[in-house]
């Protein structure tokens, strides 16, 4: 990234784009960014960060839509400071009674965190242990109503391929990720973007991987998955609130 302005138009652009799913035209980022830029400026910034690769133009004529490169810019700058997002009352209260009510059986924990993650977040989520290669996901559905699969088939049938070979799937994903993982007292979320993720299957989607301590000093894990336009200030946010009750649970 080369100048302030340009960061913070990046910034803008990932948020709205999030948000509608739909490309940013320079109108629009002049007229609600709140930056005082005119239209033309601003087009020019866009164009300086499309050459810089941050951002890509799909039409001749249309806005323009953040690259894997300006998400993974976004995300570490979203992991080297603490996270704004609020989560919602009523999400920590779900997550809460889930956990409490599901303390004493680790299998029941792993379900009912694939279950209330993928409601909140509307992302697909797979949790569970490599001790009894148990494994519960949940949200598929979801990502389907999403734009990116409603419109593009290519992505349906690329997500409906990573299911047909899942078990084999995620014996790969629990290699490449979660043993190379710190541990739960490490890094607590690993995030690989679009082309970064070494899995043909989803390479356009974005998957979150971490390990969190269940009773008995079980190791779980979670996997979530969803498109490089998730909202990743909330996911990053719910997977953090979960794990941190956990280990209150855990402390108990």
Not at 6 to 16: G, N, P, S, T
Not at 68 to 96: F, G, S
Not at 233 to 242: A, D, P
Request: with cysteine; charged share 25%; proline share 4%.
């Amino acid at each position: 990234m080369t100048t302030v302005r340009q960061e913070r138009l990046l910034d803008f652009i990932i948020r709205k784009h999030v948000k509608t799913a739909k490309p940013v035209g320079s109108s629009l980022v002049s007229k609600k960014a709140g930056f005082g830029l005119s239209p033309a400026t601003v087009r020019n910034e866009m164009a300086e960060l499309e050459k810089a690769g941050y951002l890509a133009q799909l039409h001749t004529s249309g806005g323009r839509v953040p690259t894997d490169k300006a998400y993974r810019y976004y995300v570490n700058q979203l992991l080297n400071k603490p996270i704004k997002t609020k989560l919602d009352e009523k999400d920590k209260e779900r997550i809460n009674h889930t956990l409490s009510a599901t303390y004493e059986d680790f299998r029941a924990i792993n379900k009912a965190i694939a279950n209330i993650l993928s409601e909140c977040s509307g992302n697909l989520v797979i949790a569970g242990t490599a001790q009894d290669a148990e494994f519960f996901k949940q949200g598929l559905v979801s990502m389907l109503k999403m734009p990116e699969f409603k419109e593009e088939f290519s992505n349906l049938f690329r997500l409906a391929s990573f299911f047909e070979g899942f078990d084999a799937m995620f014996q790969a994903i629990e290699r490449e990720f979660f043993h190379t993982l710190a541990g739960p007292s490490g890094l607590p979320i690993q995030i690989l973007i679009g082309h970064e993720n070494p899995f043909k299957q989803i390479r356009g989607e974005t998957i979150m991987c971490t390990k969190y301590i269940l009773p008995g000093d079980i190791i779980g894990s979670l996997t979530l998955v969803g498109p490089t336009r998730m909202d990743y200030e909330k996911n990053i946010s719910l997977i953090n609130y979960t794990i941190n009750q956990l280990q209150k649970l855990n402390n108990t």
